[in-house]
């Protein structure tokens, strides 16, 4: 008798734990429909206080500014920021401002974002595959962190290098259209015979 007045009682007593819906958006563009969800439903009106309504909570990726997701310093800022990211330079470029939050995260939070890191990295930058999958594959601790420092570092690198050799190759072109000769053009620019009489092929 006593348990059957204790579960009435508990019944009677009970109740729901809160339920927040919650909308992450990381598209381009602006979000635009309604936040109510009997606005989406079709023939809404026709329906009183008894149909299911609710606002969700949206969370719009792209309208926050690269200074208030850095304000953030946490896990979910640095995730948004990353998440923002249009080319290589951008990446690497606040990949860079992320390294002393990743460093303030405990240590378990550290190595899963700074593995999660590896494999955005792995999809930005698929050149670098290799040295990324090889890094996935051996994260741990302080020691992950200090890998991907060093990826980073030669993933810049190799992007200067790109970027010279870029600058190179447009002086070449250049002395090309000026009428320079093959022989002139390889010394000044350290491309071969070979590649400045391929590139003049390819100008006329």
Known sequence: MQNEEDALSNRKTFQLPPIV????????????????FRKL????????AELL??????????RYTEEELLSLSNT???????????????????LGKLMNTIQQLPTDSQQKFVAWMANILLQKLPENEPSLQQFIQNVKG???????????????RRGQH????????????QLIRMGMDDSSIAKATGFSLQTI????????
Not at 76 to 94: A, H, K, P, Y
């Open 197 to 204: 009489e391929d590139w003049r092929k390819q100008a006329y």
């Open 76 to 94: 979910i800022g640095s995730v948004f920021l990353l998440d923002q990211t249009e080319d290589q330079e951008q990446l690497l470029n606040r």
């Open 142 to 156: 302080d020691a992950s962190f200090m890998g991907l420092e060093k990826i980073l570092d030669d993933i810049e």
């Open 41 to 48: 439903l079709a023939n809404e009106n026709l329906f009183g």
């Open 21 to 36: 819906p919650i909308v992450l958006y990381n598209g381009k563009q602006k979000w635009s429909a309604e936040l109510q």
């Open 162 to 173: 790109k970027g010279e050799q870029k600058g190179k190759e447009d002086v070449a072109k």
């Open 53 to 62: 309504n609710f606002e969700y909570l949206l969370i719009d990726v792209a």
